[in-house]
């Protein structure tokens, strides 16, 4: 009787109760949608291409672009050919999203660690802001530090300063800038390597003090010596160019940051802030309640609680989120393209236009946000991997 | 099994976000208003009822929206000379406000039936963009705005200075040209959008301005002060401006090509709006064929043949419609110029109505 089924051949309602059956079925149905989704759009796609009498190919891109662009980190004249002036802005995207993801780390944790202050001036302020910022939408935001903040800088002519260390008019922000780009270069993988050197100093030093009670001298004049040695090299071994005001308006030397840089990082940074500082607050609320009375009694101060016991822990749920937010950060970057930052979006719309080809170009763009996201996301799984629990 | 399933739902999700942009990409291929192949767009206008025109919509005297939500200028006037023709009714229009950037991917991409917006005849846009172009309404050239106070007399003035210019126009292009052959480095700070280029230039963002000359005048009147803003006495380029269609559809481009040459062609006879009743059973043949009572110049077409009397009588001619939207009767007071028909000294000349 076991054996009825598989004796009489073919059996419909024991092969649909099969799960392998449905195993291999999904996948099959799934293939074919697929394909017949793939080919309806790109059937679609060759047909307005036929009837538009135009043939898919990026040979455009050797062509000279004939525009130009007003701020690139990379050489470029405008009989540069296009994939150059697509790298121009791909350079300039990188520019606003490196920093931009830098500023926000700092900007949304100090933002999220404050609603958990005592003062209560802190606490509010930190509240209203995220309260303001997230409800308004970023390319609003984009224009109100265009035209209302940078816009009423004053003029050249009657430029403000900082100390004669940054000036500031409504062509930009003028900073003090390591001679070369080699040396910044330098200088921030210096003041990088030096930070991860100094952590495992700190530590080596601090597990010597718990097992013997003292000593630890070594390391910390490896320490010292370190720091010093670090602040010699950024002060002097950096060739600091300083801006400095030229009779009439203008500014000479050090670094220009153009407006629409500014304006951009600036929007980006406060908008992405707003949710990283909610993503932070909700970290540390998922610490328990406990851990933090367990550190008090230890008789910790409050600033140590926060830095040795709830924060690590809060890490845990905080990373997830801010991957996300970093590539909520690299894709709204193409917005800046409104208030005339020339990042890869802007370029590329100019390119489609003048070539009439915005199948390719924009092919290229989405390939380029793509790769951008999975890089972020890659640096975030492992920097994730290293904050989770270890069982031992 | 249900992990399966979770996969099979993320795929189609995925899939559907990357057709969604692929079509977007190639600006769709669904709804009513897509091209259709082997259908020209002439027929689908008539389906329709309604012709569908690009327009920019923020160019006081060639496109521009009113308090009311109503449009007006030269650019405006030459889709309502179009839907008269086709459709007998001058107001049969729906005018979709485009940016520089738009503009081509929404006519190859059907959303619109034809573009009036300011658009540069080109040779690489006529062969690579795929565009048509049908006869220039207005002859332009590219200008620069400054300050009064500037002290900028010329471009080789802007060595250093910054000048803002909208994306995706020839002006980007003969800017970069024109500087490259003075040697002059400046700074391009390219807006998407006009208003904000504007905006931008008139808080002291940039030192110059540039664009078409009419549409640096016609700006200008929109500034708070216009008074304090000059036009170089400088022409960068020859910016011929008109009506596009899109490539491979010759019913469609003829009739936007002809209607035009027409408006060209009533003023070089003299046919106005106003007296347009008196020509009807003109002795003239010529006239009679312009005006559909001989021959078959409009059904042969695709259209009634007394077409350019429904023009005409609706809209007015050349002549009146640059009159009445840039010239002597509007605020900007332009000359004729370059405008002015052949007979007068101008290029304004419309081919043989036979």
């Given at each position: 009787?076991?054996?009825?089924?598989?004796?009489r051949?073919?059996?419909?309602?024991?092969m649909?109760?099969?799960?392998?059956f449905w195993?291999?079925?999904?996948?099959?149905?799934?293939?074919?949608v697929?394909?017949?989704?793939l080919?309806?759009?790109?059937?679609?796609?060759?047909?307005?291409?036929?009837?538009?009498?135009?043939?898919?190919?990026?040979g455009?891109?050797?062509?000279?672009?004939?525009?130009?662009?007003?701020?690139?980190?990379?050489?470029?004249r405008?009989?540069?050919?296009?994939?150059?002036?697509?790298?121009?802005?791909?350079?300039?995207?990188?520019?606003l999203?490196?920093?931009?993801?830098?500023?926000?780390t700092?900007?949304?944790?100090?933002?999220?660690?404050?609603?958990?202050?005592?003062?209560?001036?802190?606490y509010?302020?930190s509240?209203a802001?995220?309260?303001?910022?997230?409800?308004?939408?970023?390319?609003?935001?984009?224009?109100?530090?265009?035209?209302?903040i940078y816009?009423?800088?004053?003029k050249?002519?009657?430029?403000?300063h900082?100390?004669?260390?940054?000036y500031?008019?409504?062509?930009?922000v003028?900073?003090?800038?390591?001679?070369t780009?080699?040396?910044?270069?330098?200088?921030?993988?210096?003041?990088?390597?030096?930070a991860?050197?100094?952590?495992?100093?700190?530590?080596?030093?601090?597990?010597?003090?718990?097992?013997?009670?003292?000593?630890?001298?070594?390391?910390?004049?490896?320490?010292?010596?370190?720091?010093l040695g670090?602040?010699?090299?950024?002060?002097?071994?950096?060739?600091?160019?300083?801006?400095h005001?030229?009779?009439?308006?203008?500014?000479?030397?050090g670094?220009?940051?153009?407006?629409?840089?500014?304006?951009?990082?600036?929007?980006?940074?406060?908008?992405?802030?707003?949710?990283?500082?909610?993503?932070?607050?909700a970290?540390?609320q998922?610490v328990?309640?406990?851990?933090?009375?367990?550190?008090?009694?230890?008789?910790?101060?409050?600033?140590?609680?926060?830095?040795?016991?709830?924060?690590?822990?809060?890490?845990?749920?905080?990373?997830?989120?801010?991957?996300s937010?970093?590539?909520?950060?690299?894709k709204?970057?193409s917005?800046?393209?409104?208030?005339?930052?020339?990042?890869?979006?802007?370029?590329?719309?100019?390119?489609?236009?003048?070539?009439?080809r915005?199948?390719?170009?924009?092919?290229i763009?989405?390939?380029?946000?793509?790769i951008?996201?999975?890089?972020?996301?890659?640096?975030?799984?492992?920097?994730?991997?290293?904050?989770?629990?270890?069982?031992? | 099994?249900?992990?399966?399933?979770?996969?099979?739902?993320?795929?189609?999700?995925?899939?559907?976000?990357?057709?969604?942009?692929t079509?977007?990409?190639?600006?769709?291929?669904?709804?009513?208003?897509?091209?259709?192949a082997?259908?020209?767009?002439?027929?689908?206008?008539?389906?329709?009822?309604?012709?569908?025109?690009?327009?920019?919509?923020?160019?006081?005297?060639?496109?521009?929206?009113?308090?009311?939500?109503?449009?007006?200028?030269?650019?405006v006037?030459?889709?309502?000379?179009?839907a008269?023709?086709?459709?007998?009714?001058?107001e049969?229009?729906?005018?979709?406000?485009?940016?520089?950037?738009?503009?081509?991917?929404?006519?190859?991409?059907?959303?619109?039936?034809?573009?009036?917006?300011?658009?540069?005849w080109?040779?690489n846009?006529d062969?690579?963009?795929?565009?048509?172009?049908?006869?220039?309404?207005f002859?332009?050239?590219?200008?620069?705005?400054?300050?009064?106070?500037?002290?900028?007399?010329?471009?080789?003035?802007?060595?250093?200075?910054?000048?803002?210019v909208?994306?995706?126009?020839?002006?980007e292009?003969?800017?970069?040209?024109?500087?490259?052959?003075?040697?002059?480095?400046?700074e391009?700070?390219?807006?998407?959008?006009?208003?904000a280029?504007?905006?931008?230039?008139?808080?002291?963002?940039?030192?110059?301005?540039?664009?078409?000359?009419?549409?640096?005048?016609?700006?200008?009147?929109?500034?708070?002060?216009?008074?304090?803003?000059?036009?170089?006495?400088?022409?960068?380029?020859?910016?011929?401006?008109?009506?596009?269609?899109?490539?491979?559809?010759?019913?469609?481009?003829?009739?936007?090509k002809?209607?035009?040459?027409?408006?060209f062609?009533?003023?070089?006879?003299?046919?106005?709006?106003?007296?347009?009743?008196?020509?009807?059973?003109?002795?003239?043949?010529?006239?009679?064929?312009?005006?559909?009572?001989?021959?078959?110049?409009?059904?042969?077409?695709?259209?009634?043949?007394?077409?350019m009397?429904?023009?005409?009588?609706?809209?007015g001619?050349?002549?009146?419609?640059?009159?009445?939207?840039?010239g002597?009767?509007?605020?900007?007071?332009?000359?004729?110029?370059?405008?002015?028909?052949?007979?007068?000294?101008?290029?304004?000349y419309?081919?043989?109505?036979?």
């Amino acid at each position: 009787m076991a054996h009825d089924s598989s004796d009489r051949g073919f059996d419909l309602k024991a092969m649909l109760r099969d799960e392998r059956f449905w195993k291999i079925a999904f996948q099959v149905i799934t293939l074919v949608v697929v394909i017949l989704l793939l080919s309806f759009f790109l059937g679609n796609l060759n047909r307005n291409m036929i009837q538009q009498g135009k043939t898919f190919g990026f040979g455009f891109l050797r062509n000279p672009a004939g525009f130009s662009i007003g701020e690139s980190a990379i050489k470029y004249r405008p009989n540069d050919p296009y994939w150059r002036a697509l790298g121009v802005g791909l350079g300039n995207t990188l520019t606003l999203v490196t920093a931009g993801i830098a500023l926000t780390t700092l900007v949304g944790v100090a933002a999220g660690i404050a609603s958990f202050s005592k003062n209560w001036l802190l606490y509010k302020i930190s509240r209203a802001y995220v309260g303001l910022v997230r409800n308004i939408p970023l390319l609003l935001q984009l224009f109100f530090w265009y035209f209302a903040i940078y816009g009423t800088l004053p003029k050249p002519e009657n430029q403000i300063h900082f100390f004669d260390l940054a000036y500031f008019n409504n062509r930009g922000v003028y900073i003090p800038w390591p001679g070369t780009a080699v040396l910044a270069l330098l200088g921030i993988a210096a003041l990088g390597v030096g930070a991860i050197a100094a952590y495992y100093l700190w530590r080596w030093r601090t597990n010597i003090r718990i097992d013997r009670g003292t000593g630890g001298l070594p390391q910390t004049l490896a320490l010292a010596s370190l720091g010093l040695g670090l602040l010699l090299f950024l002060t002097l071994g950096m060739k600091w160019t300083i801006p400095h005001g030229v009779e009439g308006g203008g500014v000479t030397g050090g670094l220009r940051l153009s407006r629409e840089y500014v304006a951009a990082l600036s929007a980006l940074v406060f908008y992405t802030s707003a949710f990283v500082a909610e993503i932070v607050r909700a970290g540390i609320q998922s610490v328990t309640k406990g851990q933090w009375e367990a550190a008090r009694s230890l008789g910790l101060q409050p600033g140590l609680v926060m830095r040795l016991v709830v924060f690590p822990q809060a890490m845990r749920v905080i990373i997830p989120p801010m991957n996300s937010e970093y590539m909520n950060l690299t894709k709204n970057s193409s917005l800046a393209f409104a208030i005339a930052f020339p990042e890869i979006y802007s370029v590329a719309t100019t390119t489609y236009n003048q070539t009439g080809r915005p199948v390719e170009v924009f092919l290229i763009l989405m390939a380029t946000y793509l790769i951008l996201c999975l890089i972020i996301t890659l640096v975030m799984n492992q920097l994730n991997r290293a904050v989770q629990f270890k069982e031992r | 099994m249900r992990k399966l399933g979770l996969l099979a739902a993320a795929l189609g999700l995925t899939l559907a976000a990357c057709g969604g942009t692929t079509t977007t990409a190639t600006t769709g291929g669904e709804g009513t208003t897509a091209p259709v192949a082997g259908k020209s767009r002439l027929n689908v206008v008539k389906e329709r009822g309604k012709l569908i025109c690009g327009v920019d919509g923020g160019i006081p005297g060639f496109s521009f929206v009113d308090e009311s939500g109503k449009y007006s200028g030269l650019d405006v006037d030459v889709c309502k000379a179009v839907a008269a023709a086709v459709l007998g009714d001058p107001e049969a229009v729906e005018y979709r406000r485009l940016d520089s950037t738009e503009r081509f991917t929404a006519l190859a991409g059907g959303e619109v039936d034809m573009l009036s917006r300011n658009t540069t005849w080109t040779i690489n846009r006529d062969t690579q963009v795929g565009l048509e172009f049908a006869p220039t309404t207005f002859y332009d050239g590219q200008g620069m705005m400054v300050r009064k106070n500037s002290g900028i007399d010329g471009l080789e003035d802007f060595e250093g200075k910054a000048v803002c210019v909208e994306t995706g126009t020839t002006t980007e292009l003969n800017l970069t040209d024109q500087m490259r052959k003075l040697g002059v480095n400046f700074e391009p700070v390219v807006f998407q959008d006009a208003d904000a280029a504007y905006a931008a230039y008139d808080e002291g963002r940039c030192e110059g301005m540039t664009s078409d000359k009419s549409q640096l005048v016609a700006r200008r009147s929109t500034l708070p002060n216009p008074d304090d803003h000059i036009l170089l006495e400088v022409t960068m380029s020859k910016e011929p401006l008109g009506p596009v269609t899109v490539n491979n559809d010759s019913a469609w481009y003829d009739v936007v090509k002809w209607v035009t040459f027409g408006l060209f062609q009533a003023e070089e006879f003299g046919i106005t709006s106003a007296n347009i009743d008196t020509f009807k059973g003109s002795n003239d043949p010529n006239i009679a064929r312009f005006l559909g009572e001989e021959g078959t110049l409009g059904t042969d077409m695709g259209l009634n043949n007394d077409f350019m009397y429904a023009v005409v009588k609706n809209v007015g001619n050349y002549g009146e419609i640059y009159d009445r939207n840039v010239g002597a009767d509007s605020q900007f007071k332009l000359e004729r110029g370059q405008n002015a028909l052949w007979t007068d000294g101008g290029l304004m000349y419309a081919p043989p109505f036979r």
